[in-house]
Structures are given as structure tokens and as C-alpha cells.
């Protein structure tokens, strides 16, 4: 229940293209949905975030939409850029006596120039 | 400012020594965090600070010790280390957990090796 499944494990995407990675959830107790951006041997960076009472979110080039009755959720990335290659791992949180981040198991995405 | 400082950014150690990592937020952060981080995997949470008090651990082994000495530092002591510990640690804070869930951001991590 504490899991949250990612997919597709890679991808490689054209330039220009749109690159689309999915997750889902089981635990409703989640409320916080975070996107995070690693480049390899960096800390993970906050890419962009949603909460369940909100069901597309976009900011730049970065657009999460999330399904609540589903319980899944995906990053569109429009226009992706050959800086856009990195690691992206999607996350629920849920409020404990601290924020506890469960991570998905991370996309390797590559665009192709 | 949204900024973690983590040091060092390397750590080579036998499996006899001491060290400690460090991190540091300014961000008036209450909750801080360490995880574990192996290739090509997700970061996997090992201790998780509120208001200065150890509020979880993923039963992590002893020989693995955090502290909080105030409400902007975070130190993971290491002892008596397996080479299967060699990881990137990193640190991460989030605002006050009292007024619910939110983000976490984290530092650049340490890339310590176990000899």
C-alpha cells in the first residue's frame, strides 16, 4: 500500500517530442505528489508538484496531470530538450509527524538530438 | 533560497574509521532527512528528523548514528562501515510538518566509498 509503481522504466524520445512518464498509487492517505529531476551524480531537484484536489498542473514546459479517482499520475514534458536527459522519479507523501516521501523507481529518459 | 549543503561532497573510508557527514539549511525548515541512494535506484529513506527529535528510522544499523544539534543541521556519524554501504547520502529538508505534507528539497549528496 505504501508503494508507488513508475512507468516505463526507460525512454527515449525525439527532440521536439512529447516524453510521458506515468505512476500509480494505492495509499489515499497520500496528499502530496512530487516530481524530482536527477542528473547523475547530483542530489535529486524538485521539478514541479500537485495535490489531489487539483487535476493538471503546468509550469513551462513541465505539466503534471493527475487522475484521483484512478489513483495515477503523469509528467508531460513539451518540446523535450537534449538537457531535458536525466533520471525523473515521481513521489507521494503523506503527513506522519513528518512529511515521509515514498519514491517511484525512476525513468532514465533520453532525448535523442 | 532553496538551498541544502551537504559536506563533503567525497568520503573514502576503511572499514575501521570514524567520519560524519554533514548537511545545512537556512531555509527555516523543521523536518530533515537523510536517505541512501545505490545506482541506477530510488533514494531510500533512513532517518527522518522533526523539531530536532528523531522522529523515524527505517531500522537502520547502528553503526549508522544521525544527530540534530539545532534546527538547521543534520550529521550522519559513520562507524565500522561495510563495503556495501558505499552509496550517495544525501540530506534533505521540508518546511514544518505541522501544517501538512509538502515537498522536500535536497543537497548535491556525499559519494562516500567503503574500503
Known amino acids: 500500500q505504501q508503494q508507488v509503481k513508475q512507468s516505463p522504466q526507460s525512454l527515449i524520445v525525439q527532440k521536439g517530442g512529447i516524453s510521458i512518464i506515468n505512476c500509480a498509487y494505492e495509499?489515499?492517505?497520500?496528499?502530496?505528489f512530487p516530481w524530482y529531476q536527477q542528473f547523475p551524480g547530483k542530489g535529486p531537484a524538485l521539478l514541479i508538484a500537485?495535490?489531489?484536489?487539483?487535476s493538471e498542473k503546468k509550469e513551462g514546459r513541465f505539466t503534471i496531470s493527475f487522475n484521483k479517482s484512478a489513483k495515477q499520475f503523469s509528467l508531460h514534458i513539451m518540446d523535450s530538450q537534449p538537457g531535458d536527459s536525466a533520471t525523473y522519479f515521481c513521489a507521494a507523501i503523506y503527513d506522519s509527524s513528518a512529511s515521509k516521501i515514498i519514491f517511484g523507481s525512476g525513468t532514465r529518459l533520453s532525448i535523442r538530438p | 533560497d532553496t538551498e541544502v549543503t551537504q559536506t563533503p561532497k567525497h568520503l573514502v573510508m576503511g572499514m575501521t574509521n570514524k567520519k560524519s557527514l554533514k548537511c545545512e539549511q537556512h531555509m527555516g525548515h523543521r523536518a530533515m532527512y537523510w536517505y541512501k541512494q545505490k545506482a541506477k535506484k530510488p533514494p531510500e529513506l533512513m532517518f527522518v528528523y522533526s523539531y530536532e527529535k528523531l522522529s523515524i528510522n527505517e531500522s537502520v544499523p547502528s553503526r549508522f548514528s544521525p544527530e540534530c544539534p539545532n534546527s538547521s543541521l543534520l550529521n550522519l556519524h559513520l562507524h565500522a562501515l561495510q563495503p556495501e554501504d558505499s552509496a550517495l547520502y544525501l540530506c534533505?529538508?521540508?518546511?514544518?510538518?505541522?501544517?501538512?505534507?509538502?515537498?522536500?528539497?535536497f543537497g548535491q549528496g556525499t559519494r562516500l566509498t567503503v574500503v
Open positions: 500537485i495535490r489531489p484536489d487539483v
Open positions: 495509499n489515499t492517505a497520500f496528499d502530496y
Open positions: 534533505a529538508s521540508s518546511q514544518d510538518p505541522r501544517q501538512g505534507a509538502t515537498e522536500a528539497f
